[in-house]
């Protein structure tokens, strides 16, 4: 049976981001041996740093920054690219004011569960440089997620897959785990990928449920309330603490993801990065007939201010993007505070 691998695929796309992407892919398949031989390799566990943003850092985010940083450098069509890992852009010194695209990744997105064995990624993003024949700067990144040329990730789990738009639609790649190329053999499983318009499933950590604004506690109230509540639906709640999985789910069987702004650091705007994290999945969710969302606003309309800046991300299907944005329009209707009352959240109130 003749199967499409990424490089076939690719041919019908401009050469020079066709390269880009092949060149993500091969260091994503690095990632991906390095994050199966884990505890093997002596690869689990912190690296003794913590990054720009002052968080900790696990070994195998170090290995990623530094695999993905590698292969942007060797990639003669890339100026500068941006990593959640490093303070500042890193200008390639042979094509910073040549290259035609920029390079912005996270290089290994919920890597807090690394050690738990549950599937964790890499998000990445391409944009335009606009100010091509002076070196990228800063300056350059700050564009509306709307301007990428291509988006997507890689989820590390019992298989490894590269999720990736090149402004076409979605269309996932699954890694051979039989190949032995250096830069993988990504083969095209799904092609096409939509995002059903309506759900019963939804991801939040309820943890922060006392933190969370008016409209996000009346929704998942609602939802919670099942049946007999004002949805007269059951939903589903899940939580993995990876946004790659979250989103990967959604792929799979549609949902909406939620990590919205809340009270507990209110002089935060958000908890995601636009840059990193939360542009590139609105614009696979878009792509995917999908919505993204801060609440208030379309994510990829958003022009970045800084390299770090952080938003409130809600992704996932239309009509409960839709739903979550109505309610931030009025956010003074009727909403329930204590959500779960006096009893956890799994007990039924007769049990």
Known sequence: MSQTDLSQWLAGHPAALADVILRIAGGCAEISRS??????????????????????????DVLSDQCLSRAMAECPHIAAWASEEQADVTVSEEHGSAGPYLAVFDPLDGSSNIEANISFGTIFSVLPHLFRGTPASAAAFMQPGRRQVAAGYAVYGPATMLVLSLGDGVHMFTLDPDDRSGSGRWVLTRESVQVPAATTEFAINASNQRHWEKPVQRYVAECLAGESGPRALDFNMRWVASLVAEVHRIFSRGGVFLYPRDTKQPYKPGRLRLMYEAAPMAWLMEQAGASGSTGTAPLL??????????????????????????????????????????????IQPNA
């Open 301 to 346: 309309d958003l022009v970045p201010d800084s390299l770090h800046q952080k938003v409130p991300v809600m992704l996932g299907s239309r009509d409960e993007v839709a739903r979550l944005v109505a309610y931030h329009e009025d956010p003074s209707e009727n909403v329930s505070r204590q959500l779960f009352k006096t009893r956890s959240l799994f």
């Open 35 to 60: 994050c199966a031989r884990g505890a093997i390799a002596g690869l689990h566990g912190v690296a003794g740093a913590s990054n720009s943003q002052g968080e900790v850092q696990k070994m195998l």
